[in-house]
């Protein structure tokens, strides 16, 4: 598996967290990849073979060429069907918003083609990368087609964006109340704000950023036990660690890394 990341033009930094590629041959086995939510929602371009997304009710379906993902709330299940040649955009929790009306919460855990989203831009836009012959002239053509836009479109909300930038800042150990009195905002108003441009509430993304804190510690450290990973991230005790470690992951922290999980350890940075 070959993965690489690129930062975005300053212009866009607000708005986009980073462009990842991945690429894997053909697998004769594929594996199954859980993905845990972490706020940021994705553009993805697949220049190989489609991935098949797996359903809580264990039906499937194959995912389309060029779409957004909205905000992945459950653990999803995707699953290789040939070759893996992936473009994405990383989007800020929030950076997704100032580019289009659709209702974020409508897109909530499933991939919206372009064309939907955009119209005859989106399906332009699908032909202009898939043309692109490397990563440079793709990143051009996106930054290209974003930046245009932002063009005479409020960029973004001040109050949500600091609010983000908050959580971000102290990896989601901050109640919503606290939050709220930080920014000087009513809870309800803040509410409403998320969920017009983030598209999750504030306790969630907080949840999120919290869980996608361990799972990056879990990596790089070595715990003695759990319940010191649960006190340095502000749990009350061991058991709601892993309550919260297991609403995210659907499985117990032991069993989550004794799994092959590639695909979300890349996504843990």
Same mark, same amino acid.
């Given at each position: 598996?070959?993965?690489?990341?690129?930062?975005?033009?300053?212009?866009?930094?607000?708005?986009?967290?980073?462009?990842?590629?991945?690429?894997?041959?053909?697998?004769?086995?594929?594996?199954?990849?859980?993905?845990?939510?972490?706020?940021?929602?994705?553009?993805?371009?697949?220049?190989?073979?489609?991935?098949?997304?797996?359903?809580?009710?264990?039906?499937?379906?194959?995912?389309?060429?060029?779409?957004?993902?909205?905000?992945?709330?459950?653990?999803?299940?995707?699953?290789?069907?040939?070759?893996?040649?992936?473009?994405?955009?990383?989007?800020?929790?929030?950076?997704?918003?100032?580019?289009?009306?659709?209702?974020?919460?409508?897109?909530?855990?499933?991939?919206?083609?372009?064309?939907?989203?955009?119209?005859?831009?989106? &399906? $332009? @836009? +699908? #032909?202009?990368?898939?043309?692109?012959?490397? /990563?440079? %002239? !793709?990143?051009?053509?996106?930054?290209?087609?974003?930046?245009?836009?932002?063009?005479?479109?409020?960029?973004?909300?001040?109050?949500?964006?600091?609010?983000?930038?908050?959580?971000?800042?102290?990896?989601?150990?901050?109640?919503? &109340? $606290? @939050? +709220? #009195?930080?920014?000087?905002?009513?809870?309800? /108003?803040? %509410? !409403?704000?998320?969920?017009?441009?983030?598209?999750?509430?504030?306790?969630?993304?907080?949840?999120?950023?919290?869980?996608?804190?361990?799972?990056?510690?879990?990596?790089?450290?070595?715990?003695?036990?759990?319940?010191?990973?649960?006190?340095?991230?502000?749990?009350?005790?061991?058991?709601?660690?892993?309550?919260?470690?297991?609403?995210?992951?659907?499985?117990?922290?032991?069993?989550?890394?004794?799994?092959?999980?590639?695909?979300?350890?890349?996504?843990?940075?």
């Amino acid at each position: 598996m070959k993965y690489n990341s690129y930062e975005p033009s300053p212009a866009l930094s607000a708005f986009i967290k980073c462009y990842w590629t991945l690429e894997e041959d053909t697998q004769q086995n594929p594996e199954v990849q859980r993905i845990v939510p972490d706020g940021c929602m994705e553009m993805i371009f697949q220049f190989g073979d489609v991935f098949r997304q797996k359903s809580k009710d264990g039906s499937s379906f194959l995912q389309p060429k060029s779409f957004v993902f909205g905000q992945i709330t459950e653990t999803l299940e995707i699953e290789p069907t040939g070759v893996t040649d992936i473009f994405s955009i990383r989007f800020q929790p929030g950076g997704f918003s100032p580019f289009s009306s659709y209702p974020l919460k409508s897109m909530e855990n499933k991939p919206v083609a372009l064309k939907e989203l955009f119209g005859e831009a989106g &399906e $332009q @836009l +699908s #032909e202009n990368m898939f043309a692109s012959k490397d /990563n440079p %002239e !793709r990143i051009n053509c996106i930054e290209t087609f974003l930046l245009n836009k932002l063009e005479g479109n409020e960029a973004q909300d001040l109050l949500a964006k600091r609010s983000v930038e908050i959580i971000m800042q102290v990896n989601g150990q901050l109640s919503v &109340e $606290q @939050l +709220s #009195e930080q920014i000087n905002i009513n809870r309800r /108003n803040l %509410e !409403r704000k998320f969920a017009k441009k983030i598209g999750i509430s504030p306790k969630e993304l907080s949840r999120m950023v919290r869980i996608q804190s361990v799972l990056r510690s879990l990596i790089d450290n070595n715990y003695t036990n759990l319940t010191d990973v649960a006190y340095e991230f502000n749990y009350y005790d061991q058991a709601h660690f892993i309550k919260d470690f297991k609403e995210f992951t659907d499985e117990s922290p032991g069993k989550y890394f004794s799994n092959n999980l590639k695909m979300a350890a890349l996504f843990s940075e």
